[in-house]
């Protein structure tokens, strides 16, 4: 049986002592029985479980049993001279005697209070004092009962529960992670202040109502299974675990979370305390380190095909001076194979064998001269810039890009409207941009169904805020919306092999030469590539 029970029934029965004995302490023993009842009441109230004392209006005691004096350690005859004021500590006196006021002003017949008595030995201890009026049959006042219980151990283990409760409470509210005890059906029973800033509601939304509120649907069934889960067999799915979930704000939105759960009983229920951790930068953080790491990669790979590039273009430096010489030397001999002609140059003169010498010398010529070219393109650059026409620019590099246009079934057409127009750049660099354009536009018709025609615009005109502009036309697939706004970022691209540099490379050669280049999609199916250079007064410019 629990001690509070075994206090309240001895404290009861101390009481009943008290009162049964009152009539033989105002008018003796009955007839018949000389003392004996009165023996049998003084031997009841000195030998009493629990402190007991008569006193009078005034705080004197009247009479006291070896159990008073024990509790408060002072001897029968020393504690018989002092008042009980003297003995109630002193923050306790008023209250004291505004219970025996409201006693004897009969607005109560009985009084429970906790009180603080000072021991002899200067101890503060804590008594349970239940205080009642004993009065004669016309109703006057004749002295106080009073049944005294020490409690002093249980004060002090309230005050380290108390103690406790305010500890957890202060570390409960302060906690920068969120924090929530439940009970065993999932009833919030309380939450700290940095849930509520989590999740966005106020503490009194939330206390009374289930923790699935605060879950995505799918997670709201799968904790409630869980908890049944746990009632039912004791097996644990989070406790003492954690794991990363998905919580739901007020406002609806999702994010990620660490839940770690701890269990605890008190008063034989079943409760659950979870820490709760908003991970949502972590994961933004984890995110970009996964992104900068596939970009290293990629760039790593790039700097790899990079030095593979260079590689090739030594190679093909070199193979087309070895080129270029047996080239020279066809030239020679076909021409003095013309020797003996009367006018080389008029074809009606020449014989068919003549005819054919002339055709040959032509395309060793031509296959000389997009050598000559290549080597250029694929020299190193040495940043000087010089004056340049740009239908001379535009046409040396269709003559490199478009090698094998007719072979692919391309048709190009040609429109040259800049009127000798010059533009002071790094050719190579030019030279660069535009091949790269045309190669693109070649590879997008490239990817149209057989059959299907394949037309290739290239125009060049002045535009009237003084610039050059160089436009590539195709009627291709065109370009996707979904990368219309990225185009020219670095690492973007539609093919399967390409490296997304070639646009972004183009894009800060133009720029670095005043110039804009931009991308459209034709109305009428395909792309079109604009490039615009700062112009120069005229051709005599050029050196």
């Known amino acids: ?55 009078d209006t005034a705080g ?62 200067g101890q503060v201890i804590w008594v349970n004092t239940i205080r009642s009026a004993v009065r004669d049959d016309a109703g006057h006042f004749l002295y106080f009962v009073a049944v005294v219980e020490e409690i002093t151990a249980r004060k002090q283990a309230e005050e380290r529960e108390a103690g406790d409760e305010a500890q957890y409470r202060a570390v409960f509210d302060s906690a920068v992670e969120a924090m929530a005890v439940i009970d065993s059906r999932g009833v919030i029973q309380s ?23 605060l879950m995505p649907n799918g997670f709201a069934v799968e904790h409630d299974d869980f908890l049944a889960r746990y009632r039912e067999t004791g097996v644990r799915a989070v406790i003492g675990i954690g794991r990363e979930v998905v919580g739901e704000r007020k406002n609806g939105s999702h994010f990620p979370l660490d839940l770690s759960v701890a269990e605890w009983e008190r ?35 790039e700097l790899a095909h990079l030095a593979r590039v260079n590689d090739l273009g030594e190679m093909a430096a070199a193979i087309a001076h070895e080129i270029n010489q047996p080239l020279t030397a066809i030239v020679h001999y076909l021409h003095a194979g013309l020797a003996g002609a009367r006018d080389p140059e ?48 535009v046409d040396s590099a269709m003559a490199l890009a478009l090698i094998d246009a007719r072979s692919g079934g391309i048709s190009v057409d040609r429109s040259a409207d800049a009127d000798a127009a010059c533009v002071e750049v790094d050719a190579v ?39 050059v502009e160089i436009a590539v036309k195709d009627n291709g697939p065109g ?32 720029e670095a030469h005043g110039g804009s280049i931009a991308a459209t999609s034709n109305p009428d199916g395909g792309a079109c590539f604009t490039l615009r250079l700062p112009l120069r007064a005229s051709a005599q410019d050029k050196h």
């Open 60 to 121: 004197r005691w009247i009479r006291i049993n070896h159990r008073l004096c024990e509790i408060l350690g002072y001897p029968h005859d020393e504690l018989m001279a002092m008042n009980v004021v003297d003995l109630i500590h002193p923050e306790d006196r008023a209250r004291d005697q505004a219970d025996r006021d409201a006693i004897l002003a009969g607005l109560t017949e009985r009084v429970a209070a906790e009180t603080r008595y000072l021991r002899k030995d």
């Open 429 to 467: 660099q030019i030279h660069q941009v535009l091949v790269n354009v045309l190669r693109n536009a070649f590879d997008a018709l490239s990817t149209l169904e057989p059959g299907a025609p394949r037309r290739l615009a290239v125009s060049t005109a002045i535009v009237p805020d003084r610039t």
């Open 1 to 55: 049986m629990a001690p509070l029970v075994w206090f309240a029934l001895g404290m009861a029965a101390a009481i009943a002592l008290a009162l049964a004995s009152l009539p033989f302490l105002r008018r003796g023993p009955p007839a018949g029985q000389p003392g004996d009842k009165r023996d049998r009441f003084e031997a009841a109230f000195d030998l009493a479980a629990v402190g007991m004392a008569h006193k």
């Open 346 to 393: 008029d074809r009606a003169t020449l014989t068919e064998d003549q005819k054919l010498m002339a055709d040959a010398a032509e395309q060793a010529m031509r296959a000389g001269e997009i050598i000559r070219r290549l080597r250029s393109f694929i020299g190193p650059g040495d940043d000087r810039r010089s004056v340049e026409r740009v239908d001379e620019l």
């Open 267 to 301: 008063d034989g229920e079943i409760f659950f305390t979870g820490v709760i951790r908003d991970v949502s930068e972590r994961k933004k953080s984890e995110a970009a380190l996964r992104a900068s790491e596939e970009r290293l990669r990629v760039l790593q790979n």
């Open 191 to 213: 939450i700290n202040p940095a849930f509520e800033r989590i999740f966005g509601y106020a503490k009194e939304e939330l206390v009374g109502n289930n923790i699935r509120m």
């Open 479 to 510: 370009i996707s919306p979904d990368l219309a706004g990225c185009l020219f970022q670095p690492f973007v691209t539609t093919k399967a092999n390409g490296m997304g540099m070639g646009l972004s490379v183009s894009r800060r050669i133009i």
